[in-house]
């Protein structure tokens, strides 16, 4: 699980990044975006709609297979970001792991979070 300095805790901050953050869309989700200059640490949230899955379950095991990943991935982010990840499509959940893995960190690179090194 993501550690609790990185994940969002309200709806007002989650807010100001789907108003003014940046886009990166796949075919299963989309990346929101903006740096937080104010912020010591990035911070991370995955929203599964119920429209997407109806089970609470599905959609919690589809979120800490996410944050997983984002776990493992954020020593390489390179910058304090708020970044939320949209699923909008049931077939993550069953996705193999290291397709989501791609998915996901093919989307943090177009986002140009990785330092260049």
Do not use: W
């Not at 969002?8 to 807010?15: C, E, P, Y």
């Amino acid at each position: 699980m993501l550690a609790y300095k990185n994940r969002f805790h309200g709806h007002g901050s989650l807010r100001f990044v789907y108003a003014n953050g940046k886009s990166i869309r796949t075919q299963k989700m989309v990346v929101k975006y903006t740096t937080n200059p104010k912020r010591v640490e990035s911070r991370f949230s995955v929203v599964v709609s119920k429209k997407v899955l109806k089970s609470a379950v599905g959609r919690n095991r589809i979120r800490r297979r996410i944050y997983e990943i984002v776990r493992k991935e954020l020593p390489r982010i390179d910058g304090i970001y708020d970044v939320a990840i949209i699923i909008f499509s049931k077939e993550v959940k069953d996705m193999p792991h290291k397709e989501l893995k791609s998915l996901l960190v093919d989307s943090f690179k177009q986002a140009d979070f990785y330092c260049n090194k």
